[in-house]
C-alpha cells in the first residue's frame, strides 16, 4: 500500500455540462474539487449539442405543461417526480447560465426579457432556449474558462478512468486513472465521487455523438455494483447528415421545429402518413417513420427540407448547420439535406435518487450516465441540457451534508497492479473488435429489433466480452482497451435489457411484440449486478 498520488473531496468524472456544473456548485463552497475527462474541456457531447434548453418562460406555457409534454414522451415511464424536479428549476438553470455570461438568441419581440423560443419535436409550446443552433458550445466555451480559472478545481485532461476503487462495505474510495498514453495507472483518493461520463451512443456504428460517448461511467458503476435501469431505451436522432465522408454531424430538430419538411428522394412528405403531429411527432415516432420510409423505398437516406424559407431566415436561425453543411457542398437554402436516423442518447443508466446517489455510499452519478426516471422510455428533445445542471444542482446539495460526515481522503488505497501484465502484442485485436461490435448494435440491436436479431447480438457479445476481458487480464492498459471493455459491457446491458421488455414502447420497438401494455403494467428494467450477465 503507498499513498494516494492525488486526493479531492469531490472527484468528478466527465467535463460535459453536467461535470462543469457540479464542480462550479461545489468550487464555490471551497470545496477541492478534481474534473477529470478524457480529452480536453471543449471535446463532450453537450459542446456539440445544438437545440437549447427546454424551458416554459412563455406567458402561455407552465411548467405544468412542459412536464406534460415530457410525460407524453416518455410513453408512461417517467416518475413524475422526477419531471416535476426538472420542470420547475428550467428558470433557474437558464438564470444561472446567464449569470455566468451564456448568451441566448433573444427574441425580436422582447429581447430585453425573453429569449427567443423555438420549438422542437414533442413539444406543444415554443419552448427551447437556444445560442443560435450551438447552444452546447455557448454553454461549455463560457463555463470552461469559469472552470479554469477556479482556485478550487483542477482540471485532470486527457485522461481516462480505468475502474472506481470501492471498499468491502460498497463505498466508493476513488479511481484508477491512466494518464498519458504509455503512462502508468494513477490512484486517486476521493470523499465523494462524482459520475458525469455520459451516454454510450458509441455502442452503434452512426452515432450524432463524440467518440468519448463510450459509457464508461455506467460500465464502471455496473462493475462496482450498482444496479443499471432501462438500457433498451436507446434514442436515435432522426436526422444526422448522410455524407461518405460525414461524421456525426447532426441536423438539430429545430430545423424542424422552423418549418423544415422530411421528404422522400420524389420529393414527397410522408410524416403525415405516420403521425397527425407530423414532423414535430416525438422523436421515437419520426426515426422509425423514416426508417420504415427507408426500408420500403430501398433508399440510402431521406431528406430534410426548408428551402421554402426565406434565405435570409434560414442562415439567421442556423448559421452552423449552413456552414457544416457547406462543407460538404450542400446549400441548405437551395438543396434539401439528405439525413438519415442515428444513435443520439442513452435514456437508461446508472440507478440513482433524485439526488443523484447511486448504490454506492460515495458515488453519485449525474446527467446523460445516470437514470433518474425523468426521460422514461423517450427523452422529450431539450430537456437533456436542463437534466445536467438541474440534476447538478440537487446532487451538490447533497454531496455538501455527505462531505461533513464522511471522513477526509488522505487514506491510503491499494496501488495499480502491473506485475502479472505485459505491453499489448496485437492492437489489432481491440480495433478489431471495436468495429464488429457497432456493426452488430446497429444490425441486430438498432431502431426495429426482433427476438432473432436480439438473441444473436447477444450470442456475439458474449463471446466478444470473454474476448476482451481474456485481453485485458493479459495486457496493460491502454485508452482503446479500456473503452473497449467498457462499449462490450453497456452492449451487454442494452441487449439483456432489450430481451427482456416483452412490449413495444417508446424507442424499444420489437416486431415480436408490436403492441405496448397498458400503462398500470409498464414497468422499468432494473439490472442488478451478479444477478444479470
Ligand atoms: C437537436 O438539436 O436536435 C438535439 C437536441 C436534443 O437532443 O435534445
Redesign the pocket.
Known amino acids: 500500500m503507498q499513498a494516494s498520488a492525488l486526493n479531492y473531496d469531490v472527484l468528478i468524472i466527465g467535463g460535459g455540462f453536467a461535470g462543469m456544473s457540479v464542480a462550479l456548485l461545489l468550487a464555490d463552497s471551497h470545496i477541492s474539487v478534481g474534473l477529470l475527462t478524457k480529452k480536453s474541456l471543449e471535446e463532450s457531447a453537450s459542446m456539440m449539442?445544438?437545440?437549447?434548453i427546454?424551458a416554459a418562460l412563455s406567458p402561455e406555457d407552465s411548467p405544468q405543461r412542459h412536464a406534460e409534454d415530457t410525460l407524453a414522451a416518455g410513453a408512461g415511464l417517467c416518475k413524475p417526480e422526477a419531471v416535476d424536479l426538472l420542470v420547475r428549476h428550467s428558470k433557474e438553470c437558464i438564470d444561472w447560465l446567464t449569470d455566468y455570461g451564456v448568451t441566448f438568441t433573444s427574441s425580436d419581440v422582447r429581447a430585453d426579457t425573453l429569449p427567443h423560443l423555438t420549438r422542437?419535436g414533442g413539444h406543444t409550446r415554443r419552448r427551447v432556449v437556444h445560442s443560435e443552433?450551438a447552444?452546447g458550445a455557448a454553454i461549455i466555451t463560457t463555463l470552461e474558462s469559469q472552470i479554469r480559472a477556479h482556485a478550487h478545481i483542477q482540471s485532470l485532461e486527457d485522461r481516462i478512468v480505468v475502474d472506481l476503487i470501492t471498499d468491502e462495505s460498497g463505498t466508493c474510495l476513488g479511481a484508477y486513472v491512466l494518464d498519458k498514453p504509455g503512462s502508468t495507472v494513477q490512484t486517486v483518493s476521493a470523499r465523494v465521487v462524482v459520475l458525469a461520463t455520459g451516454g454510450a451512443s458509441k455502442i452503434y456504428l452512426y452515432t450524432?455523438n463524440p467518440d468519448t460517448s463510450t459509457g464508461d461511467g455506467i460500465a464502471m458503476a455496473w462493475r462496482a455494483g450498482c444496479r443499471v435501469a432501462n438500457m433498451e431505451f436507446v434514442?436515435f436522432?432522426p436526422?444526422c447528415l448522410y455524407h461518405p465522408h460525414a461524421k456525426s454531424v447532426?441536423?438539430?430538430?429545430?430545423v424542424r421545429g422552423e418549418g423544415g419538411y422530411l421528404i422522400r428522394p420524389d420529393g414527397s412528405r410522408f410524416m403525415h402518413e405516420h403521425d397527425e403531429r407530423t414532423e414535430l411527432a416525438p422523436?421515437d415516432i419520426v426515426a422509425r417513420a423514416i426508417d420504415y420510409e427507408m426500408k420500403k423505398g430501398g433508399y440510402d437516406c431521406v431528406y430534410l427540407d426548408i428551402r421554402h424559407k426565406p434565405a435570409t431566415e434560414i442562415l439567421r436561425a442556423f448559421p452552423n448547420i449552413a456552414r457544416n453543411c457547406e462543407q460538404f457542398g450542400i446549400d441548405i437554402t437551395r438543396e434539401p439535406i439528405p439525413v438519415v436516423p442515428a444513435a443520439?442518447?442513452t435514456c437508461g443508466g446508472i440507478v440513482t435518487d433524485l439526488q443523484g446517489a447511486t448504490d454506492l455510499s460515495g458515488l453519485y452519478a449525474i446527467g446523460e450516465c445516470a437514470w433518474t426516471g425523468v426521460h422514461g422510455a423517450n427523452?422529450?428533445?431539450?430537456?437533456?441540457?436542463l437534466e445536467c445542471n438541474v440534476f447538478a444542482a440537487a446532487a451538490h446539495d447533497r454531496i455538501l451534508s455527505d462531505l461533513e460526515r464522511l471522513p477526509r481522503a488522505d487514506r491510503s488505497l491499494p496501488h495499480w497492479d502491473e506485475s502479472r501484465v505485459t505491453d499489448a502484442d496485437e492492437q489489432i485485436v481491440v480495433s478489431h473488435n471495436w468495429d464488429e461490435l457497432r456493426r452488430f448494435m446497429w444490425d441486430y440491436v438498432g431502431i426495429v429489433r426482433t427476438n432473432k436479431r436480439l438473441e444473436r447480438a447477444r450470442h456475439r457479445v458474449e463471446l466478444l466480452r470473454e474476448e476482451i476481458s481474456e485481453y485485458y487480464g493479459n495486457f496493460k492498459v491502454t485508452n482503446d482497451l479500456i473503452e473497449l471493455r467498457n462499449l462490450v459491457q453497456v452492449a451487454e446491458l442494452t441487449i439483456v435489457s432489450a430481451m427482456s421488455r416483452k412490449e413495444s414502447r417508446g424507442l424499444h420497438f420489437n416486431k415480436d411484440y408490436p403492441d405496448t401494455l397498458p400503462d398500470d403494467q409498464a414497468a422499468d428494467t432494473i439490472l442488478i449486478p451478479r444477478c444479470t450477465p
Open positions: 449539442a445544438q437545440g437549447g427546454a422542437e443552433d447552444t450524432t434514442q436522432h436526422t447532426l441536423i438539430s430538430e429545430a422523436r443520439h442518447y427523452r422529450l428533445a431539450s430537456n437533456s441540457l
